[in-house]
């Protein structure tokens, strides 16, 4: 049985739709997938940071304690202060970098890559069928 004009535009259309959902279901399952990846990722780092930081905290109180009683009888607070002086200039510079670090953005970015690509090909593809008429 032939299909008359308004049943054709219909059948194109849900074919349309099927494959614009197929497409939405391909980049959503890479938008999860990518997210499940920097979860895991920020959770080690997190760890992993965090540790850090407990043994640095340790090692610089040590190590002021130990600058502090060396130059306890001629020096101390020349001590005192040059350690403060040193440990917040240290932070300081620490937190410019992680600042600088934490601006650069790298969620979803091949899901972003992937949906820039497809606009490419449906605009080219919108350019060619006009050039063609």
């Given at each position: 049985m032939a299909l008359g004009p308004t049943q054709r535009?219909?059948?194109a259309a849900k074919r349309l739709l099927k494959t614009l959902?197929?497409?939405g279901e391909t980049r959503l399952r890479l938008a999860v997938l990518e997210l499940e990846e920097e979860r895991d990722r920020l959770v080690s780092l997190l760890l992993l940071v965090g540790a850090s930081?407990?043994?640095l905290l340790?090692?610089?109180?040590?190590?002021?304690?130990l600058v502090v009683v060396i130059f306890w009888d001629s020096y101390r607070?020349?001590?005192?202060?040059?350690?403060a002086v040193m440990l917040l200039a240290l932070s300081g510079i620490l937190a410019l970098r992680a600042r600088k670090q934490a601006r650069t953005h790298?969620?979803?970015?091949?899901?972003?890559?992937?949906?820039?690509?497809d606009r490419n090909l449906l605009e080219a593809d919108a350019h060619d069928e006009k050039s063609r008429r």
């Open positions: 535009v219909f059948e959902l197929s497409g930081l407990v043994f340790l090692g610089i109180a040590t190590l002021t304690a607070l020349i001590a005192i202060a040059g350690s790298t969620l979803l970015k091949e899901t972003l890559s992937q949906l820039a690509a």
